[in-house]
């Protein structure tokens, strides 16, 4: 099991009239690998893992987020982390997986609000507005690899490694800052 460490911590990260970006509390996370019989691997998890790139299934506190057609992100609480890695680690002998335990890796900013999306338009290349309600895309965000999901209209969740999350974090802060300077231009 990874060390869980952050620079940054739960917490409101900027925050306007019409959006708040915040730390969201960490969260268990697996990076699973499956190229067969993936069908068996949703009877043993309990959850039918999503087949479509950029798809979400979510069932008792686990969600699933396909990122490639033998890519899943798996996150679930703290707590649950060592019961789903016990369930994979027994399929093992009968179907070969790679399960990485990366809870450590990354942190999460939620987003939200009435200029969320485009606060997250600043710095990523994708039209955000593809990303439909219950998707989630890896993209990137003013360079930095990132999944950003969509949880509900103008409610966003983004994933960021460790390593990046100080700048992405600033990038936010000053977006936030800077639409929240033009609305009191307008």
Request: glycine letters at 6%; hydrophobic letters at 40%; charged letters at 20%.
């Amino acid at each position: 099991m990874s060390k869980h460490i952050s620079s940054l911590m739960p917490a409101v990260l900027a925050k306007s009239p019409n959006m708040c970006v915040h730390i969201m509390p960490l969260i268990g996370r697996i990076s699973l690998r499956i190229r067969q019989e993936i069908d068996k691997f949703d009877d043993a998890l309990g959850i039918e893992l999503p087949r479509q790139i950029g798809a979400r299934s979510s069932k008792d506190d686990i969600e699933a987020l396909c990122l490639g057609p033998d890519e899943w992100t798996l996150l679930m609480p703290i707590e649950k982390l060592s019961t789903v890695q016990n369930t994979l680690a027994g399929l093992y002998a009968s179907l070969p997986h790679s399960m990485t335990e990366v809870t450590g890796r990354e942190i999460t900013f939620a987003i939200e609000g009435e200029q969320a999306e485009t606060l997250l338009s600043i710095g990523c290349p994708r039209d955000i507005r593809t990303i439909k309600i219950g998707q989630a895309r890896r993209t990137l965000f003013d360079g930095a690899t990132v999944v950003i999901w969509c949880d509900a209209h103008n409610k966003y969740r983004m994933d960021v490694w460790n390593s990046f999350a100080p700048f992405v974090a600033q990038t936010l802060e000053t977006g936030v800052g800077e639409l929240a300077a033009e609305l009191t231009q307008s």
